[in-house]
């Protein structure tokens, strides 16, 4: 579990900081391009789109994991401490689960679009398949965060 969150902590969030950069320098590029030289190109909106998808799949195991994920516990807070021991178990079960179906779901649709050649609409002609890819990596992440969640609840470790 330690290699997953090194490998989660170092490579997976930089990617997604280098997606979230290249999406905002080709906004900037963009609106430039428009302004002063009348020209935009056909690409932009699928590459803006599209790192923008991957960026926020790869963060969210580290958005739960470093507790920026929305936490509503109105009803929660109210309660006794066993009583809140056994919602927050059910909670990571049901989240844990949650992204282990969209992890196969997703996998399932991503053969479904290289099997059938779907790709992109611009120029770019880029296969859908690696766009969605990013569903079950983000959710496999995800899982992963839910499941260290249960553990730590279950057994009191890190």
Request: glycine share 8%; aromatic share 16%.
């Amino acid at each position: 579990m330690k290699l997953i969150e090194k490998f989660q902590d170092k490579v997976v969030t930089s990617i997604a900081v280098f997606l979230f950069i290249v999406s905002c320098l080709w906004m900037l590029i963009e609106a430039i391009s428009r302004q002063v030289f009348s020209i935009s190109y056909a690409i932009s909106e699928e590459v803006i789109v599209f790192t923008l998808i991957w960026a926020i799949f790869l963060t969210l195991g580290q958005g739960g994991k470093e507790g920026n994920h929305i936490l509503v516990d109105l009803f929660t807070s109210r309660f006794g401490a066993k009583t809140k021991k056994i919602t927050t178990i059910i909670t990571n079960i049901i989240g844990m689960s949650y992204g282990a179906f969209l992890v196969y779901v997703g996998v399932a649709y991503i053969e479904h679009l290289f099997s059938t050649g779907i790709t992109s609409h611009s120029p770019l002609r880029l296969p859908m398949g690696y766009v969605y890819f990013a569903v079950p990596i983000g959710m496999l992440f995800f899982s992963f965060f839910y499941l260290h969640s249960l553990a730590k609840e279950l057994y009191g470790k890190n």
